[in-house]
């Protein structure tokens, strides 16, 4: 070997004198200094261009290939640290955002879901139902979108066609209606899974998932007459339901004509005296019915209702004319609410599972997302907690024969 020379890095088999070495490293930065100016040049284009950097604008800046900013971004495949913190400083300089929507179609998911629900946060039982739903999603390894539709069929329209167009992973809805449901077909969904919560939609291929409310309100209508009492009188919310009528309308809803299903159903095997009065779904329509109910000759001793919204128009109502729960009048309502257990007294309540309801609802789509789908069906019972709102009129009818 030549005193003097060295291994060029280039060649192996090439010798290079010291002298040959500096004017390499001079070259070197010179191509070092074109390659800077040349990004900035597309740098300063690209912002003075008005349009959203891509992921070819990222690999240029930080020059590399397409593919390999790609999966730079992605976070797979064999790249050095090196490069990879090269291709995220291009892309936080540029402000570059990966297309969500592009990358799940590659993918073949989202990792969302959609939850379709017909009211908002002000109905205790909705929004519990909600939280579970979305804490379970997310134990899942997904994101839920959720959409209110206030029981009207045409928001529940858009906002099913909206949530597909976002290419959720899988959806679960509240219908509106048990009666107008011609959009729930393939045609509309596509391949994407759906299931249905809280409803039953009979003649529909869609897994679902209820509460048995027609066996909850026999037994609490056996536990009340077990208590003394012969005269029952049910307060039932009917969405879309003007006013208030004693005459059953057809209920749109299949839960609640499970819960009034039940109720005459046991009225009917007991002989005993009934009134069911079914009025509309709002704080004033309520009240009026029950005021209706209380104020009549022939006052029940006990009165039902459909959900807590009704509850709280009995409690407004009795308060307001003197009458006292537990005493004077007593009360079972259907689903339970911390308020309820914390009055006094306390609400006996028809409770449904909500939470468990929401994290199985939650299961039943990942296995409808994760194969093909079954159209599996649950029914989950409720349980009736014993409080302090029915007296007992036992002893008070044992007294009085004797």
């Known amino acids: 070997m030549l005193s003097g020379a060295f291994l060029c890095e280039k060649c192996e088999n090439v010798l290079a004198s010291p002298a040959n070495m500096m004017r390499d490293v001079l070259h070197r930065g010179q191509v070092f200094r074109i390659t800077v100016l040349s990004r900035l040049r597309k740098l300063l284009i690209l ?4 349009r959203p950097p891509t992921l070819v604008d990222v690999a240029k800046l930080a020059g590399v290939s397409r593919a390999t900013a790609s999966r730079a971004l992605a976070g797979y495949g064999r790249i050095s640290k090196d490069t990879v ?59 839920t979108v959720v959409s209110h539709t206030d029981e009207n069929i045409e928001n529940e ?17 509240v219908p509106s209606s048990d009666v107008d449901h011609e959009h729930l077909n393939r045609k509309n969904l596509g391949s994407t899974p759906l299931v249905l919560i809280d409803r039953k939609l009979s003649g529909l291929p869609f897994a679902s998932i209820t509460t048995g409310d027609y066996e909850g309100a026999i037994e609490a209508v056996e536990y009340a007459h077990n208590q003394g009492h012969t005269d029952m009188g049910f307060i039932v919310a009917v969405p879309q339901l003007a006013g208030s009528t004693q ?17 005459e159903k046991a009225i009917k095997r007991l002989k005993i005296k009934s009134t069911m009065l079914f009025c509309e779904d709002s704080q004033e329509g309520a009240e ?18 459909s959900n807590n919204d009704m509850l709280l128009a ?24 911390p308020w309820a257990a914390a009055m006094s007294p306390a609400i006996t309540v028809i409770a449904r599972p909500v939470d468990e309801l929401g994290r199985k609802t939650v299961d039943l789509l990942m296995q409808e997302i994760g194969s093909a789908p079954r159209g599996e069906s649950l029914v989950l019972p409720t349980t009736l907690i014993i409080r302090d709102s029915v007296s007992d009129l036992t002893e008070t009818l044992s007294t009085a024969k004797t």
């Open 47 to 50: 912002e003075n261009s008005g």
């Open 85 to 143: 913190e090269l291709v995220q400083q291009a892309a936080a300089r540029l402000g570059y955002r990966p297309n969500e929507v592009a990358r799940a179609m590659r993918a073949g998911t989202t990792k969302t879901i959609g939850l379709v629900i017909i009211s908002d946060f002000t109905n205790a039982f909705f929004d519990r139902a909600t939280k579970a739903i979305i804490d379970a999603a997310k134990k899942a390894g997904y994101q």
């Open 157 to 173: 329209k858009q906002a099913i066609k909206t949530l597909i167009e976002k290419r959720v992973d899988g959806l679960i809805l």
């Open 247 to 263: 005459v059953k309308p057809r209920i749109p809803i299949s839960t609640v004509e499970d819960r009034t299903s039940g109720f």
């Open 288 to 305: 009026a019915a029950v005021e209706k109910m209380l104020q009549s000759s022939s006052r029940p001793s006990i009165l039902f209702t």
């Open 314 to 337: 009995v409690l407004r109502v009795a308060g307001g004319l003197g009458l006292k729960i537990g005493s004077d009048l007593s009360v079972i309502s259907f689903d339970d609410s």
